[in-house]
């Protein structure tokens, strides 16, 4: 075996301990973040398929005829959480600067990251529902994000719609197309025997995503390091809160169910918002969203042991 396939092997066997260093990762390289910002389209593409890559047919069959919790769970997702979090905000005011407390609403308004999945595929939590909300909601989001910010919640910013329904199709749509070729180039039975080193690709694309999305970061924090720190905790705060809220939910669904809606429901994708926020767009909304992904890396590592005891994964996706 290879230097290489013995790294995989090894990122893949840790892969939840390995993600809870990977904001760290992204922080402890100012220079090298501002570098690979272009990269994150594509990263996001890769890691979506990668978990396309690893769906069962019968389980996605299955989830098409039985699709209520992820119709459900997407208008809760974009539509529901963003007024939540408002509210949160206004009533618990101020927490910080107003690009701040707009980053958190707009976080709320979000679809899940598309490496969720993968995420909660190495979680052992069900992948066809978590892909099946995540595609949904990433489709949908262009049309639910802008107005819902200006027209509902009257944040102080501009989405451009038309620019963000494109960065989406083509993130989205770089993800199956990958995920096409993939499946066509390997079989089955080679995706089940390699499934932990595929584990190890996505633990690899994450990392370069944490160190793409954290530019500018360095900055802040060497000018204000108790505000980055206290707005770490607070995202933590935060999206424990959405996890908890969603999982209690949509527990009638059972608790593999509820437990995969809520990980979506904390794990936002803010890179995609992020690159489609026009100039003029409030620094401190970008910060927030550098720092609300600390939870989203290290949340799957503090939740394994929970996911193991109430809701054990009955076998492993291919």
Not at 80 to 108: F, N, Q, Y
Request: proline content about 9%; hydrophobic content about 60%; overall charge positive.
């Amino acid at each position: 075996m290879t230097l290489a396939l013995r790294l995989l092997d090894t990122l893949g066997r840790h892969a939840t301990l390995m993600l809870a260093g990977g904001a760290l990762f992204g922080l402890a390289l100012p220079g090298a973040a501002e570098a690979a910002r272009p990269l994150l389209a594509p990263l996001v593409s890769g890691l979506l398929a990668l978990a396309l890559m690893r769906l069962r047919r019968a389980e996605a069959l299955a989830q098409l005829r039985a699709p209520l919790a992820p119709l459900l769970a997407v208008p809760w997702l974009l539509l529901g959480t963003a007024p939540l979090m408002l509210g949160v905000v206004t009533l618990a005011g101020p927490l910080d600067s107003p690009g701040v407390e707009a980053g958190m609403v707009m976080m709320a308004a979000s679809s899940p990251i598309t490496a969720a999945p993968a995420i909660a595929l190495m979680m052992g939590l069900p992948l066809p529902v978590c892909l099946a909300t995540t595609l949904l909601a990433t489709v949908l989001v262009p049309l639910t994000a802008p107005w819902l910010f200006g027209a509902v919640l009257a944040l102080p910013l501009s989405v451009d719609a038309g620019a963000l329904a494109w960065r989406l199709a083509g993130v989205v749509g770089g993800g199956l197309l990958l995920a096409v070729v993939a499946r066509r180039m390997t079989t089955p039975g080679w995706r089940e025997r390699n499934a932990r080193r595929l584990d190890g690709v996505a633990v690899i694309l994450l990392f370069a995503f944490a160190l793409a999305i954290m530019a500018g970061v360095g900055e802040v924090l060497a000018g204000d390091p108790w505000r980055v720190a206290r707005l770490i905790g607070l995202s933590f705060v935060l999206c424990a809160g959405m996890m908890a809220t969603t999982t209690v939910l949509f527990l009638p669904f059972g608790r593999p169910t509820a437990l995969g809606l809520g990980y979506l429901s904390s794990s936002r994708n803010m890179g995609i918002l992020l690159a489609a926020l026009p100039p003029a767009a409030d620094p401190d909304i970008g910060l927030w969203f550098a720092l609300a992904q600390f939870p989203l890396y290290m949340l799957p590592a503090m939740l394994r042991p929970v996911v193991t005891r109430f809701a054990p994964a009955p076998g492993k996706p291919v």
